[in-house]
């Protein structure tokens, strides 16, 4: 008869991922005449959860390309943007503690899809992809099977007519002397 044990393991209980499209606007010193290259690096981020949702705080570099002078001249402008993202994510499963892992994979790399120039400044567009998940402990049901399982009879592969097979076959004297 089977009994039921509780396994407490770490298990993904929540998973998510969504999409950000931001606007963001940087003041240059020159005014632009034309947007020639802008260009994301240094993506970092981290999340954690905050009454009952998860926020993702992360910053970039952001360096955009432009001209100016009536496009005589170019320059590059470099800015760190910091960002901070509150999510919900649905949690699979109830845990058993307050202690939960919560994992950010970039899915999509910020990058830029839009950029203009605005007078003074410079508006661009920013997509990204981030995945969430949330690990913590959680209980597992198992069925145990109480009866041991019966030994299995190992026989010899080597039986009677195989062993009068090799009593014919060997011959003793198989070494010749000189």
Aim: net charge negative; proline share 2%.
């Amino acid at each position: 008869m089977a009994s039921f044990k509780e396994i407490v393991t770490k298990a993904v209980i929540g998973k998510g991922k969504k999409y950000y499209k931001n606007t963001y606007s940087i003041t240059v010193e020159q005014t632009p005449t034309t947007v020639l290259g802008c260009w994301v690096i240094n993506h970092k981020f981290k999340g954690f959860e905050e009454n009952g949702k998860i926020v993702i705080t992360g910053s970039f570099d952001v360096n955009i390309w432009y001209s100016y002078d009536n496009d005589t001249k170019t320059t590059v402008v470099s800015r760190t943007i910091k960002y901070r993202e509150v999510v919900s994510v649905n949690q699979r499963a109830t845990t058993d503690s307050a202690t939960k892992d919560i994992i950010v994979r970039s899915l999509r790399q910020p990058s830029c899809i839009n950029a203009k120039e605005n007078g003074k400044s410079i508006d661009f567009e920013i997509e990204k992809e981030l995945g969430i998940e949330i690990v913590g402990d959680t209980k597992v049901k198992i069925a145990i099977e109480e009866d041991e399982d019966p030994w299995d009879v190992i026989s010899d592969e080597v039986d009677e007519e195989v062993e009068k097979q090799i009593d014919e076959e060997v011959k003793e004297d198989f070494i010749d002397k000189k």
